[in-house]
């Protein structure tokens, strides 16, 4: 069943295609094909041959966020529409009913074998995204493709949104290589709504890596704040419209102790520290 042409208009569109399930059925990814100058391709295999982005974004209307699907087994519904990404021009979409095509070397895409943490940005209005970070010893840190690296959907919507930068490409899941003894990801929260709204950052403390790093500290580098992420499990600040706060979440095997000061000339720059750790 011929669903629609996918297509790469110019430079600027960036291959983004929105779709839909033209019958009242659901599907998986694996039941789609895609063909490509006489050529039929699942959909593992289109991604493998870098003719679409292996992806595709589903918005979750109830939780307002995106939701990304990237397994065969992933299921595509009737009602709802989908962002594809595609990296040629005119390629056709096709519903292939289960079993009718080869798929000998079709394969699922590896799921994460080390750590992953998610955090969400979630403002007074309701409005929020979740932003997943980790280490896979299969993985680099550069661009692995999905599902350890997936680019962040399109807009609209939601209004915040929340991702790390590689190469001006805005991520929502960044995996990096572990273990390692230090890692940093620069993180951009951004409001695209009107006026300013207060910003609430949540994490599962329990998803922090405990033994791989000595400290796991979000730091606000506008403000200069910093937050163990093992202690604390949110972190609020406000932000204006049109504005993108910027964030790092710093992994390290040194100890933080505190900040020396020298307040003015009558303390003569004068610290008091001490050991915060039994050793």
């Given at each position: 069943?011929y669903?629609?042409?996918?297509?790469?208009k110019?430079?600027?569109?960036?291959?983004?295609n929105?779709f839909?399930?033209?019958f009242?059925?659901?599907?998986?990814?694996?039941?789609?094909?895609?063909?490509?100058q006489?050529?039929?391709?699942?959909?593992?295999?289109?991604?493998s041959?870098?003719?679409?982005?292996?992806?595709v974004y589903?918005?979750d209307?109830?939780?307002?966020?995106?939701?990304?699907?990237?397994?065969n087994?992933?299921?595509l519904?009737?009602?709802?529409?989908?962002?594809?990404k595609?990296?040629?021009?005119?390629?056709?979409?096709?519903?292939?009913?289960?079993?009718?095509?080869?798929r000998e070397n079709?394969q699922?895409?590896?799921?994460?074998?080390?750590?992953?943490?998610?955090?969400?940005?979630?403002?007074?209005?309701?409005s929020?995204?979740?932003?997943?970070f980790?280490?896979?010893?299969s993985?680099t840190?550069?661009?692995?493709?999905?599902?350890?690296?997936i680019?962040?959907a399109?807009?609209?919507?939601?209004d915040l949104?929340?991702?790390?930068?590689?190469?001006?490409?805005?991520?929502?899941?960044d995996?990096?290589?572990g273990?390692d003894?230090?890692k940093?990801?620069?993180i951009y929260?951004e409001w695209k709504?009107?006026?300013?709204?207060?910003?609430?950052?949540?994490?599962?403390?329990?998803?922090?890596?405990?033994?791989?790093?000595?400290?796991?500290?979000?730091?606000d580098?506008?403000?200069?704040t910093?937050t163990?992420m093992?202690?604390a499990?949110?972190y609020?600040?406000?932000i204006?419209?049109?504005?993108?706060?910027?964030?790092?979440?710093?992994?390290?095997?040194k100890i933080?102790?505190?900040?020396?000061t020298k307040?003015?000339?009558?303390?003569?720059g004068w610290?008091?520290?001490?050991?915060?750790?039994?050793?």
């Open positions: 069943i669903i629609t042409t996918l297509t790469k110019n430079s600027a569109s960036y291959g983004w929105l839909g399930i033209p009242n059925q659901s599907i998986n990814l694996d039941d789609l094909e895609f063909n490509y006489g050529t039929s391709y699942t959909f593992y295999e289109a991604s041959e870098g003719l679409i982005y292996g992806v589903h918005f209307r109830e939780n307002q966020q995106y939701i990304f699907l990237y397994q087994t992933d299921t519904n009737p009602g709802y529409g989908y962002w594809i595609v990296f040629v021009q005119d390629i056709e979409l096709w519903y292939l009913p289960s079993g009718t095509m080869d079709d699922d895409s590896p799921r994460w074998s080390s750590w992953t943490a998610n955090i969400s940005a979630f403002e007074t209005g309701g929020g995204e979740t932003f997943i980790g280490e896979d010893s993985a840190d550069g661009d692995d493709g999905p599902p350890l690296d680019q962040h399109p807009y609209p919507p939601p949104v929340i991702y790390s930068m590689m190469d001006s490409t805005k991520y929502s899941v995996t990096r290589y273990p003894t230090s940093t990801w620069d929260v709504g009107s006026g300013s709204t207060t910003v609430t950052l949540t994490w599962d403390v329990s998803q922090i890596p405990s033994d791989e790093y000595a400290s796991v500290i979000l730091y580098v506008e403000s200069g910093s163990n093992r202690s499990s949110s609020g600040f406000t204006d419209s049109n504005e993108m706060h910027h964030f790092k979440i710093i992994c390290t095997n933080y102790i505190t900040t020396l307040k003015n000339s009558a303390s003569y610290n008091l520290f001490g050991i915060p750790f039994n050793q």
